[in-house]
């Protein structure tokens, strides 16, 4: 008899979890960044940074519309590419994501923008800089870092008047990010007094610099700015200093402004040169910066780089604005996007009309010892 009531009680309570389960709704949350390629290290601590957030919003219990929550990342690989990036912004429509954090690159981005704007899905970045992904209006793009208007000024300004340097080389990868932020900082360093000396185009997935930098070499500049990425940025300063160009300053955006910059350049002593800019706060500046960095450096050790805090944030704002709405449904939450003041890890968000961030920070960096350091 003892048994027989145990067994009843039993299956009485796996009834009870069963219907608990049941009211339980799962929204899906898109994340793309290249996850493959020569920028994986970038892609990869994206990813972490949203994959973190969904952990930490699946703690919550969170309540929308009557049903408790559970957030599922849709996590995809763009490789950097614009077809590929278009293609799996399709992929995420089809799939019914609530919305998507991302892309990292401009060049994957500004088309991926106009996917989601045609399915209705919102899309909130925290690394694509190009000003143009927010110049057709779209009310599902929203962009949570300054964009290289800022981050190309601020590198000319600090160049032309901190450092007082004259004449400059500048080098860009041709991607929609490299070109637009090299335009932004000659346009601001010819303002200025600069000369331009020389300009040269590569692409990203070049490794071997030689002829372009000896070119440059050639016109003796006091500086090189390059617009593109990492990848790219460390082999160039390792054959900066082969061609003994050991005192040129370089400058760079975001792309280069990673702790693998370090490691790529294997030990140049150009790396000493370089000063970088990024769209935000420095970590010791952000609201919760140094200790969301010490959670996220416990689970991912080794892998922070540059953008997680902002994909980290770009989840728990998505999902701020389902809750004003009570829905996840895209339709029903996408106007409270507009209406956002999120206190998140990197800043409080708000935005303009026209979904870029309003007051953004700006941060220069530079490389102590192989570390880098903020300058303001």
Not at 6 to 16: C, E, I, S
Not at 171 to 180: L, N, S, V
């Amino acid at each position: 008899m003892q048994t027989k009531f145990k067994l009843t009680l039993l299956a009485a309570l796996a009834m009870t979890v069963t219907l608990a389960s049941a009211q339980d709704a799962v929204v899906k949350i898109g994340h793309v960044a290249p996850m493959s390629g020569s920028q994986a290290h970038y892609g990869k601590d994206n990813e972490n940074g949203a994959r973190m957030a969904i952990e930490d919003l699946n703690t919550q219990n969170i309540v929308i519309g009557g049903k408790k929550i559970r957030f599922e990342l849709v996590a995809e690989d763009d490789a950097a590419d614009p077809k590929q990036g278009t293609a799996v912004a399709q992929k995420l429509c089809d799939n019914k994501v609530a919305g998507v954090v991302g892309h990292l690159n401009s060049g994957t981005t500004i088309p991926a923008s106009k996917v989601y704007n045609d399915c209705g899905i919102p899309m909130v970045t925290g690394a694509a800089t190009n000003p143009n992904l927010t110049k057709p209006g779209y009310k599902t793009t929203y962009r949570i870092i300054a964009n290289d208007n800022a981050l190309g000024a601020g590198l000319a300004l600090y160049a032309a008047d901190a450092l007082k340097l004259k004449k400059v080389a500048i080098i860009d990868d041709r991607t929609a990010y490299g070109q637009g932020v090299a335009e932004v900082f000659k346009k601001i360093a010819t303002s200025k007094g600069m000369t331009v000396v020389d300009e040269q185009y590569t692409t990203d997935k070049a490794t071997d610099f030689m002829a372009i930098l000896t070119a440059v070499k050639s016109k003796n500049p006091d500086a090189v700015f390059f617009g593109g990425m990492d990848a790219q940025g460390g082999p160039m300063l390792r054959q900066l200093e082969q061609l003994g160009m050991s005192n040129v300053k370089f400058f760079g955006g975001d792309g280069i402004c990673t702790a693998e910059l370090a490691k790529l350049t294997a030990g140049a002593k150009t790396l000493g040169n370089v000063v970088c800019a990024e769209g935000a706060a420095s970590l010791a500046k952000m609201p919760g910066g140094e200790a969301w960095k010490k959670r996220y450096d416990a689970k991912f050790p080794g892998q922070y780089q540059i953008y997680s805090p902002y994909t980290y944030d770009a989840t728990f704002l998505l999902v701020d604005a389902m809750k004003r709405a009570n829905s996840t449904d895209p339709k029903v939450y996408t106007p409270e996007l507009i209406k956002s003041s999120y206190k998140g890890v990197t800043t409080t968000i708000a935005f303009e009309p026209n979904g870029e961030l309003k007051n953004p920070a700006m941060t220069l960096y530079v490389y102590k010892d192989g570390k880098k350091s903020a300058l303001n």
